[in-house]
């Protein structure tokens, strides 16, 4: 969701660019006009900007990126029993996204005072006649946007989404091959099959089966070696536990959305700098 999302805002600043390189050379073009034709042409624009007052909208940046990936991720696993549940939550975010006070578009949003939507919690509350929605995305976005959330919802993909299975496991597995194994030196098939029998032991049993390994191929074990398994398996298990408290959690969050943030600074202080297809 975050890379589709980042491919929008890159193809947004590009037409963004391409038209203010039509405008500047009509300006050009057509600056021989007279200073009454410019004069009336302003007055037309400020009579237009007086009937349709111009709408805020909310910018496409980083940290919305991110919400709309976390919404995304939290949408199936909250509902990872159902696919139709899975699509219809999923589908909320973006309703929500696109919201205004002239049109509210929140009936697949959870109802109910703990809502994670705000104009449904108002709604519960009785607080409806005051609600304000924030400034809603843009609708040149929303089409765009649209095919992302289409094709991300699809019956094959939310299939394989249920149960809230994740590869994250494999990961961790694969960090304890590469770390015995560095990538960045040659080890044999041999070796690596070592490593892999050695990494599987320490993901699922600890350091313990080590000396097992050990003292089968005939190593004595000393009580260093047994007091250091037991205090590598303490270490891990503690942090473990201070990863998933909720403050670590949220500071990680935190982190993520201050460097989200100065990203966002950077793309508009600099422009695109690096992208595929930029040099066309």
Known sequence: MYKRAKDIKTELTRMKKTKKILEERSNVGNSSKSKATASTKRKSAARKSIEKPIVKTAAFTNNIMKK???????????????????????????????????????????????????YRVAEATGELDTFKHPPALDDQIQPLLKKVYEDLTTEDLLERCIGADTQNSNKAFNSCVWHLVPKNMFAGKKIVEIASYCAACTFNEGFQPLLKVMETMGVTIGRNAAELAKLRDRNRIQAANRQSLNSSKERRTELRNMQSGQNDYYDEQEGIMYGAGIAN
């Not at 699509?87 to 975010?93: F, G, L, P, S, V």
Request: aromatic residues 14%; negative net charge; hydrophobic residues 30%.
């Open 68 to 118: 709309l990936s976390t919404y995304y991720e939290l949408a199936m696993r909250r509902h990872s029993d159902s696919v139709e549940e899975m699509r219809t939550a999923i589908w909320a975010t973006f309703f929500h996204k696109f919201s205004t006070d002239e049109k509210p578009n929140h009936d697949n949003c959870p109802e109910g005072a703990d809502s994670w939507c705000a």
